[in-house]
Structure formats: C-alpha cells, structure tokens
C-alpha cells in the first residue's frame, strides 16, 4: 500500500484540489472501495455510482437509451456518458467510468469475455480506453479497477494525448 494507485491517485487530486467522482458497472463499487481505503479520501471523493443495469444507467448517470441500443453498455460511447453524468450529478471536477463483461459468461463474438471500457471526463475533454481482460471475474474486475486508477493518474500527470 506504499505506493498504491489509490495512494498515488490521492495525492494528486490533493495537490490540485480536485474532486473525483466514479461510475461503475462491472466492478460493482470495487474502485470507490480502494479510494476509500485511504484515509482522508473525502477531501476529493465526492461519491460513486453503481449502476449495474441499462435502466440504472439511464436513470442514475442520464445515459441515453440511443446509446444503449445502438452500442450497447460496453462500449466507449456508454463510458463517456456514464462519466459525464456522474460528473455532472455529483459536482465533481473529473470522473471515471467502467464497463465491462468480466466473465465467465456474457461474451459476444465482438465483445470477447473481459472486454472493459473505461471513460474519463473532466471540464476539458472525455478520453476512453478500451482494454480486454485474459483472467477469470475477480481477476478481471481487479484489472479493470486498476486500469480506471491509472487512467485518472495519467491524466492528472499529463499523460494523456
């Protein structure tokens, strides 16, 4: 824990005086609970959302049903919006959102078992990342959370394009 994502991640959004809010699906709550790990982590965590199922990300995070039906909820148009809406509701400065399907069933012929897109929204933009997970669920629910920590760190450090 020396040197942990969430550590790190902490410091940065102190440093800046940021506030950081996440939308998750297929982690279930699971990158909030290692923010939250640290202690102090309400001076820029503002708060999460779980939202598992299309009618709770409609409902809770405002994305669109179009966005559902044409890409479905893995997808980097549902992680944008997912993200943006937490954002928004929440009063944070940036955000992270995931969706995935970590398996061991759920997989489509496009969208292979441990497919996970990750979005990002801040006041100057929305990135996503798209990654594909090779482990079993916990497995691949613990890479995606680490992959959504890290991706807030990159983009607090300036390593994003």
Known sequence: MEDSLELRLGALLRQRNLK????????????????????????????????????????????????????????????????RGV?????????????????????????PVGTTWIGLSATDGDWARKFVWSGDRRANKQASADAALQFVIDYLSGNLP
């Open 20 to 83: 950081l809010a996440t939308a998750e699906s297929c982690t279930g709550g699971l990158i909030a609970d290692r923010i939250t790990d640290i202690p102090g982590a309400s001076e820029y965590f503002v708060g999460g959302v779980i939202a598992y199922a299309y009618e709770a990300k409609v409902a809770l995070l405002h994305v669109s049903w179009d966005t559902l039906r044409a890409h479905g909820a893995v997808s980097r148009e549902t992680v944008i919006e997912m993200a």
């Open 87 to 111: 954002r928004t509701i929440l009063g944070a400065d940036l955000s992270v959102s995931v969706s995935g399907i970590a398996g061991p069933g759920g997989g489509l012929p496009d969208k």
